[in-house]
C-alpha cells in the first residue's frame, strides 16, 4: 500500500514561504493522485491542491489559489507544496493524501480526501 512522509513545515513569520515535501512509496502502480490537505484545531479538514503524476493535471481549491503551487517529481516520487505569502490562518497540520490513478481524480481526492494519508507535517505562522 502506498506510505507517504512529509517534511518541511516550521515556524515561519506572516508574509513568509515554505515548501512542503511528500515522499511516495509503496505504490503498486506507475500513476497516482497526490495531494495536500490541512486541519487547524477545532476545524474540519480542507483540501488545498491536488496532481497527477502521469500528467501533471492539477485541482486548487479556491482557497490556494495564487499562493499555493504544487508539483512534482516523478523521478524522486515526491510531490512539493509551495507556500507564499503566509498568513496566520494557514496555521495548520498539513498532510498528505494519495490514491493510485486508477482509483481517483484529482478533483475527487482533494474534495473527498478518502485515499492514504501521511502522519503530517506542523506549519505555524507567527510573528
Known amino acids: 500500500q502506498l506510505q507517504l512522509v512529509e517534511s518541511g513545515g516550521g515556524l515561519v513569520q506572516p508574509g513568509g514561504s515554505l515548501r512542503l515535501s511528500c515522499a511516495v512509496t509503496?505504490?503498486?502502480?506507475?500513476?497516482?493522485?497526490i495531494g495536500w490537505f490541512r486541519q487547524a484545531p477545532g476545524k474540519e479538514r480542507e483540501g488545498i491542491a491536488c496532481i497527477r503524476s502521469s500528467d501533471g493535471s492539477t485541482f486548487y481549491r479556491d482557497s490556494a489559489k495564487g499562493r499555493f503551487t504544487i508539483s512534482k517529481d516523478n523521478a524522486k516520487n515526491t510531490v512539493h507544496l509551495q507556500m507564499n505569502s503566509l498568513k496566520q490562518e494557514d496555521t495548520a497540520v498539513y498532510y498528505c493524501v494519495a490514491d493510485e490513478e486508477v482509483r481517483t481524480t484529482v478533483q475527487a481526492l482533494c474534495v473527498r480526501l478518502n485515499g492514504y494519508w501521511g502522519l503530517g507535517t506542523q506549519v505555524t505562522v507567527s510573528s
Open positions: 509503496g505504490s503498486t502502480s506507475d500513476y497516482y493522485v
